[in-house]
């Protein structure tokens, strides 16, 4: 079959405008980290719903054309990168809210909806969906669900794996796999969803999802402290978790060079001096009753030093403002540090491997380097200058050679994508990737969906 007859044949099935070609689908950027290249597949489909997605899928099935899952595109790994002779299949008229349940507190939705618009939905509702992160407007419920999204609020509520109660797939051959209980509990098998949930679009395209969602915080207490070192900073943590009981939901760790860029003039306003060690955002969800123990415990922390200086938000606006601090990423590719890592690492060994990374990334002519993250998690984010082919392998070497040693990872939440492949043996054993291949082989023999992704 040519391939304008292929293409007639999707376009019978999603309709003539469900099918973007030429210049319309060169004018799409390639993926968020790469704005100015365009995306190189043959057609961009845009299914409806579940069904459309399967006889898309059955039909590429059969006349042997590979598929890559696009969301939002926010995705940091190169995971919607496609090559000329593959169909991206889009979720981007997915994008219903079915259902929200107040008293069982869940909500049903396209994959192709935000993050924001579920947010959206659930305060609507009176109710909280916790996921946060930076890329709320565009990034898609099928995208975090793929890349087991992690975010802000980990500490609290988890990754994105513990908000699905339900999914409905498709598998590379078009058979719907559906399992959209709105059960927390449902121990009869496998658990066929976890199938889907951070294998990024390499085991089925998600088209469903059933969320759970949780009752809306009573309020915040949040502050920006400086502290000796990133070890007090974890001790900081530890008290908060004790005197809050598991309500700590956010703490992200800022080192200075990051915490300066991001409030150099006309950016955040800074609301400490600029020489401390260590920062870090602290938030809580408590009722308005419980700021003044808050204070009084980073007081406590204070008069032994463990905390420097503190500053508390006394209202919405400040708090935003501190998380401006945090959020405006931006900002690191506007001073042309662009190159994003996602690593873990045990907190214990945080403070170690940061001095040493900073040594080794210092020395390495051209580079410039900020180091970030939601600490809390043990989810370090760097961010680097591009260099050429041997500079940015020096710096790779600086980041990631550590972590097997340390017993961390080469991707925190980001994912595996076509970025880091050749990363995956310092974080996963060869047994670990042969039981992968097992079962991508089982549900994918062929290899169409989201092929080379992970590995
Ligand atoms: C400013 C910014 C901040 C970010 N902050 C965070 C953060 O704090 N935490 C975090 O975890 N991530 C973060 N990210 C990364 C990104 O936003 C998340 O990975 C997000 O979940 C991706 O959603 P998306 O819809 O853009 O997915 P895409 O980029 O479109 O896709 C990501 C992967 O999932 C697959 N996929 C997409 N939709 C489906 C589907 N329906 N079915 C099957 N496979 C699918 C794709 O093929 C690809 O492999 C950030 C990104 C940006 C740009």
Redesign the pocket.
Known sequence: MTDAAFLDRLAAIVGPSGVVTGDELRGRSA??TRPTEPCAALALVRPRDTGETSAVMAACHEAGVAI?????????VD??LCAPDEITLS?ERMTGIEAVDPLGMTVVVG??ATIESVQDAAAAAGLFFPLD???RG???I??????N????RVLRYGMMREMVLGLE?VLADGTVVSSMRPLIKNNTGLDLKQL?VGT??TL????RAVLRLRPEPAGYATALIACPGVDDGARVLRAAQSAFQGRVSSFEGLWPDFYRLMTAPGRATPPLGHDYPFYAIIEIECVTEEADRFLGLLDGLMDDGTILDAAIASSEEQRRGMWRIRDR??HLNADGIERAFDVSVPLSRMDGYVRGALDRLAAIPGCRAVVYG?IGDNNLHWNTTRLDAAGNAAIDAAIYTPLAELNGSVSA???I?LEKRGKLPLSRSPEEIAAMRLVKRALDPDNRL?PG?IF
Do not use: D, I, Q, Y
């Open positions: 993926n968020w890559v899952p696009r969301g939002g595109a926010t995705g940091l995971g919607t979720t994959t192709g992160l930076g890329a565009s990034a898609t099928g995208g975090a669900v793929s890349t999204a992690g975010g802000l797939a889907f990024e679009g089925g395209l998600v088209t990423v931006e939601h939440e980001h994912g994508g989201n992704k």
